[in-house]
């Protein structure tokens, strides 16, 4: 019965992500071809060299709880990534290993915000930030953005936003959902007003780093003045085909990253040990490792814009990272189209599930309610097929 569960549960909406996923599976299960374009999951193996790390794991037995906070040994190698690709000092004592980045995002959000903060998410921002910081009691609010500005907000915007209530700035670059990606010149910029207020943290969450098309991936922890207040978030599952691994890590200030131990230690300590050993060769190796997979993205993502930018209505933007894009369909809203009254963009993402078997999600629950998300994480031949199924659904 829902009333004998608790407030906090009640008040938290599920994952839009994971409902139009879970979706799309009922109508697979009554025999329906649906394309999946609604999770952000690389559709490659993980490579053979990491696979092979974890089988030489498993022989040298390793079974064995492991430390809260992570391998000694797979700190140091985050250490050494951060220092190879971002050019950021941490120390191991710094890191902080957890069951993915999620985890890793709401053990920051945790430990950092009191009942009654307020926690500015860049809007448009991963679905879950909102709601992980809603069951950390703090206030999520949104600075907004659209197409227009390349999904990105200006120092103005967020000066505007500040409040003596203000304890936290989530950012994420490359983005999700947009693919956009903050240079090193926007970032300073947006530094030089947090660095009028001293007691506003900021969270970096970076896990599409090396999914990038041509712009410099910048940390924000490499501002100088920012090191001692950015929460640096970053993971294996998308750039190196690691989804199911749960590997996710996070480097900031020595209090913190020992705040969110003892906040893991209490609900689910250490992470998966053959998992962790796999991640050490994943970070120790050349990217050029894994470029094969970016190369291949960045050819899906040029043919998903040529056939999307070809349907009436649909207005896109070049994402310049990730593998999405985020298109306003506003042009839609209002209208019926076969019988269906297309009220706003849940309606839209309905519409194509139920009229084409395309799964999406809804801009909604990413802070952008004229938009759709569509995932480029799919074979070229589902691409091809899903969009070709969507053109066909509108006309």
């Known amino acids: ?169 989530v950012i994420n670059s490359p983005n999700n959902p947009s693919g956009s990606v903050y240079t090193e010149e926007e970032y300073r910029a947006l530094a030089a007003v947090l660095e009028k207020y001293p007691d506003i943290y900021i969270l970096s969450d970076e896990i599409y780093e090396h999914i990038n098309y041509g712009v410099p991936h910048f940390s924000f922890a490499q501002i100088p003045s920012m090191f001692d207040r950015t929460l640096t978030v970053n993971g294996v599952a998308k750039a190196f085909a690691m989804t199911g691994w749960r590997i996710g890590y996070l480097g900031a200030p020595e209090w913190i990253a020992k705040a969110c131990t003892k906040m893991q230690g209490q609900i689910t300590s250490g992470a998966n040990c053959i998992a962790q050993r796999a991640t050490i060769a994943a970070l120790d190796a050349p990217i050029s490792k894994i470029q094969f997979m970016v190369d291949e993205f960045a050819t899906r993502r040029e043919r998903i814009i040529d056939l999307l930018g070809a349907i009436e209505g649909f207005v896109l933007n070049q994402p310049k990272g990730a593998f999405y894009v985020f298109p306003d369909v506003s042009h839609y809203f209002g209208k019926t189209i076969k019988g269906k009254t297309i009220e706003n963009a849940s309606d839209f993402a309905l519409y194509l599930l139920e009229e084409a078997h395309v799964a999406t999600v809804t801009g909604e629950a990413f802070g952008c309610p004229n938009n759709i998300r569509i995932s480029y994480a799919a074979s070229m031949k589902d691409i091809e097929e899903a969009v070709q199924r969507i053109q066909q659904a509108l006309t």
Do not use: H
């Open 1 to 169: 019965m829902k009333e004998a569960l608790s407030n906090r549960i009640n008040s938290l909406p599920a994952s839009a992500t994971l409902a139009m996923a879970a979706k799309a599976r009922e109508l697979k299960n009554q025999g329906v071809n649906v394309i999946g374009l609604s999770l952000g999951e690389p559709d490659f193996n993980t490579p053979d060299f990491i696979k092979e790390a974890a089988i030489q794991a498993v022989n040298d037995n390793f079974n064995s709880y492991t430390p809260v906070d992570g391998y000694g040994e797979l700190k140091e190698a985050i250490c050494r990534k951060f220092k190879r690709d971002n050019l950021l000092d941490y120390s191991p004592s710094q890191i902080v290993v957890s069951t993915g980045a999620k985890q890793s995002i709401a053990n920051a959000i945790q430990v950092l915000i009191n009942p009654g903060d307020d926690v500015l998410l860049v809007a448009p921002y991963w679905v879950s930030y909102s709601a992980i910081v809603v069951l950390a009691e703090g206030n999520p609010i949104e600075i907004y953005s659209d197409i227009k500005t390349d999904f990105k907000i200006t120092p103005e915007q967020l000066e505007k936003a500040i409040t003596p209530k203000t304890k936290m700035v």
